[in-house]
Every structure is written in structure tokens, then in C-alpha cells.
């Protein structure tokens, strides 16, 4: 017995791995061996002999393997796996046969006729009463997904979950009372994420409904718009903020040049043998005050007037998104504004159209400063290192001379 039994082992271990596809994540070769674990736990405390036993065991072995073959009907393809390999092993025709129809009795819609097919079938479904049942779960809604290309949503999956649970019961009297307990606390806990899910949808639905409610009585503007818009400016205001702190940079590097460069370069100019510094100390100085120069420009606000008329927000004449257009009016003539913006929906979007613009028009001016700026910056460092290049060769021939 245990060497037919070492044998089944090795040749379904070897059949599943080399031929079984991995998108089986959940029938594969753990899953006969949970089924194995499951039939020998069973059949130690069940009145059975060591030759039923034997047969279960490789019936257990080979219930599974049909699925390299196909899905639906695959307990026959394993029936036709087990006949070769059993009968080259030159097993009994009639144990054989035992072996085929305890295979078959792990069939979905079989309702077993002995003890043995009572057996397979609750080791089959064991995991049903685990601990570790959601991940076993989670397998084999993948396994769907992979293979049958099913694809369901949570609550219809535990909806299919309660009422597997429901519908089953174990066949054999050692099965139940072992795990028909684990069993109905696995059944609670779906009934329950059920019922979470339940609640959730119910007041994810209410508040849609509400937010609809609320869209239709204000007249708001439609999501996708207020998106766009939303997106928009913010990319403008972070490119605006991008292109100030590039100025500041700048600003900070040339600042701090001009700083060294009159701490200790210009003093050095006083004396007569360093006549050949001027030129370009000067032109280096003058590089580096074009670059601060161009910096300050770049992030120096305009200033506007701040004040519009009545005549101006019903002609819808002036954009009240933007502060340099009211921040000299009064509070009140303010709000009565923005209260007749906010009445238009084209007023409303032509307001946020042209603060769009206008920002566009600053950016554009700030980055070709920026620009400017840069180069300059980076032509004057390469003509100053070759001016100072050069007068210093021009000194030391001077001198050899």
C-alpha cells in the first residue's frame, strides 16, 4: 500500500506542476494536498478499512487533475488519468473502478451513496470550516476571474459564498462534528461583511442622491467642468510658483556673487599691478546686475486700479476672480457683485475663462523673463571666465616682456 501510494504522490506532484495552468490558483496541486490532509484526518476516526482508506487516499490524489485537461467535466478527465496510470501499475479492475466513482462523487451536483463518496466530498469542501476561509475565498474568485474570465462584484460574491454555505451540509457524521462549528462562525462573519457592504452601498446611494438633489436645486456647474477648470488653475498657480522661486534663485546666486566679488575683487583693482582686472571685473559685474535686474522683473507684480462699476458686472465686463479687480471697492458693492456672477452660469465660466487667460498671459511673460534671465546668466559666467582667462595671459606677457 505505501508504495502505490508513494508512487500517486510523486506522479501527481510532477503531473500538476509541469502541466497544470498557474492561472489555478486556487485548484492546484495545495488544494489536492489540503484534500489529502482532510481524508486522512477523517478516515482515522471513521469505521473504514486500511484498503478503503488506500482507496480514498488516491482517489484524493487524482480528484483534481482533470483540470489540466478542462474545467467543466474535469472529475472524467481525472477518472481517465487515474485508470492509465493505476492500471500500468497493474492495479484490481474492481479497485480501479472504486477509485473512478469516488472520483466522481466530488462532482458539484453528485449527492454521495456511501460512506467513502461521504468522505471525499466533506474533505473536498473542508476549507469552508477554516480559519483562513476569506483567503482560500479570495482564490477562488481569482481562479474565476483568470479562467472563466468571470468577473463579479464583492456583494454578488458573497452573496454566492452565503448561499454555498447555506445550501451544505457535511455527509459524514465525523465531519460535522468536528467542523460544522468553524463552519457557522465562517457563515456569520460573510452574513456580516454582507450587511457592512449593505449599509455602505445604502448610504453611498443616499448621499448621490442628495448631492443630485442639491446639484438640480442650486443650478451648480457640472462636475466635469468644475474639474477642468479646478486642474487648470492649479497647474497655472504651481508653474506661477515654480517661476518665482527660479527668479529668487537667481536673484540670490547673483546677489551673493556681487557680494563677494565687492569684498574682495574690487579692492584688489587699487593697486596698479592688477590694472588688468578691470575689464573683466566689469564685465563680470555687469552680467550679474543684467541677471538681477531681469530676476526683479520677473516676479515684480503689476498693479491695478481695483475698482469696477455696476455698469461693469451686468455688461459682464469685469472678472471678479481676480483681486486686482475689487480690492479698492467696498464689502457690499463686492458681494452684490459676486452674488449676480454666481446667478450667470456664462458669466460665472467667462470669469473663470479669463482668469485662465490672463494667468496664461503672466506665465508666458514670466518664463520668457525667466528665459532671458538664464541666459544671460549663463553667456556672461562663460564671457567673464574667458575675459579673466585672457587678461591674465595678456599680464604674464606683459611681464616676460
Not at 23 to 46: G, M, P, S, W
Amino acid at each position: 500500500m505505501e508504495n502505490i501510494l508513494s508512487d500517486v504522490e510523486s506522479y501527481v506532484t510532477k503531473y500538476l506542476n509541469e502541466n497544470l495552468n498557474p492561472n489555478f490558483v486556487y485548484h492546484n496541486l495545495a488544494h489536492t494536498q489540503r484534500v489529502v490532509e482532510k481524508v486522512i484526518e477523517l478516515a482515522e476516526d471513521c469505521d473504514i478499512t486500511e484498503d478503503e482508506k488506500q482507496l480514498l487516499l488516491i482517489a484524493a490524489w487524482f480528484h483534481d487533475t482533470g483540470f489540466v485537461k478542462k474545467i467543466d467535466g474535469h472529475e472524467k478527465e481525472s477518472v481517465k488519468i487515474a485508470k492509465a496510470f493505476l492500471s500500468d501499475h497493474k492495479m484490481p479492475q474492481s479497485d480501479i473502478n472504486a477509485i473512478s466513482q469516488i472520483i466522481l462523487a466530488t462532482e458539484m451536483t453528485y449527492e454521495p451513496k456511501t460512506k467513502l463518496e461521504g468522505i471525499i466530498r466533506d474533505a473536498d469542501s473542508a476549507h469552508i470550516s477554516s480559519k483562513n476561509y476569506e483567503d482560500y475565498a479570495s482564490l477562488l474568485r481569482k481562479e474565476w476571474e483568470l479562467t472563466l474570465d468571470k468577473h463579479i462584484t464583492k456583494d454578488e460574491w458573497l452573496q454566492e459564498n452565503v448561499d454555498f454555505f447555506t445550501n451544505h451540509t457535511f455527509n459524514s457524521p465525523i465531519a460535522a462534528s468536528k467542523w460544522e462549528k468553524r463552519k457557522s462562525k465562517n457563515l456569520a462573519s460573510l452574513i456580516q461583511n454582507q450587511n457592512k457592504i449593505k449599509a455602505r452601498t445604502a448610504k453611498l446611494k443616499q448621499r448621490k442622491a442628495e448631492l443630485t438633489f442639491k446639484k438640480e436645486k442650486l443650478d451648480l456647474p457640472d462636475r466635469g467642468i468644475e474639474t477642468m477648470f479646478r486642474v487648470a488653475l492649479r497647474n497655472h498657480i504651481t508653474l506661477s510658483d515654480i517661476a518665482d522661486t527660479k527668479a529668487n534663485i537667481l536673484l540670490s546666486v547673483n546677489a551673493i556673487i556681487i557680494s563677494v566679488a565687492l569684498s574682495n575683487l574690487l579692492p584688489k583693482l587699487d593697486n596698479p599691478s592688477n590694472d588688468y582686472l578691470i575689464i573683466p571685473t566689469l564685465i563680470f559685474m555687469a552680467f550679474t546686475v543684467a541677471c538681477i535686474v531681469l530676476s526683479v522683473l520677473a516676479t515684480r507684480p503689476n498693479v491695478t486700479k481695483g475698482e469696477f462699476t455696476k455698469e461693469d458686472v451686468a455688461n459682464k465686463k469685469v472678472n471678479l476672480l481676480f483681486f486686482g479687480n475689487f480690492h479698492q471697492m467696498k464689502l457690499e458693492e463686492f458681494e452684490w457683485a459676486m452674488e449676480e456672477m454666481m446667478k450667470d452660469k456664462d458669466y460665472l465660466y467667462g470669469s473663470l475663462t479669463k482668469d485662465l487667460y490672463f494667468l496664461g498671459l503672466v506665465l508666458n511673460r514670466k518664463y520668457n523673463l525667466l528665459r532671458t534671465t538664464y541666459s544671460v546668466f549663463m553667456v556672461g559666467i562663460v564671457i567673464s571666465v574667458i575675459a579673466f582667462g585672457v587678461s591674465f595671459i595678456m599680464s604674464e606677457t606683459a611681464i616676460s616682456a
